[in-house]
């Protein structure tokens, strides 16, 4: 029953903003951290920002300082505001949340493309 359904995605040009939402219904017990992977055609899919129970975060080195990943208070969305993008952002942006025993759900992702 679980779901995750990721939003926002959408083209954009270079320097400009989109703000990623993932919205989770059904039960996840033991979530440890929810976050954001991405990948693009013929790239492995690559660890974008996580967030913890603590609230610590982390970020890939491409985006940190121009990502930032948050939580509402009932662990029922996870959301990445990403700004000045680049092209090279462009790829599939899939939500994730692990829970007990180090499961991993995922959503369908949204694709984000960044061009002129």
């Known amino acids: 029953q679980v779901r995750l359904v990721e939003s926002g995605g959408g083209l954009v040009q270079p320097g400009g903003s989109l703000r990623l939402s993932c919205a989770v219904s059904?039960?996840?017990?033991?979530?440890?951290?929810m976050g954001w992977y991405r990948q693009a055609p013929g790239k492995q899919r690559e660890l974008v920002a996580r967030?913890?129970?603590?609230?610590?975060?982390n970020y890939a080195d491409s985006v940190r300082g121009r990502f930032t990943i948050s939580r509402d208070n009932a662990e029922n969305a996870v959301y990445l505001q990403m700004n000045s993008l680049k092209p090279e952002d462009t790829a599939v942006y899939y939500c994730?949340?692990?829970?007990?025993?180090?499961?991993?759900?995922w959503g369908q992702g949204t694709q984000v493309t960044v061009s002129s």
């Open positions: 994730d949340v692990r829970g007990l025993g180090r499961v991993d759900y």
């Open positions: 059904g039960s996840i017990f033991g979530i440890s951290a």
């Open positions: 967030i913890f129970t603590s609230g610590s975060t």
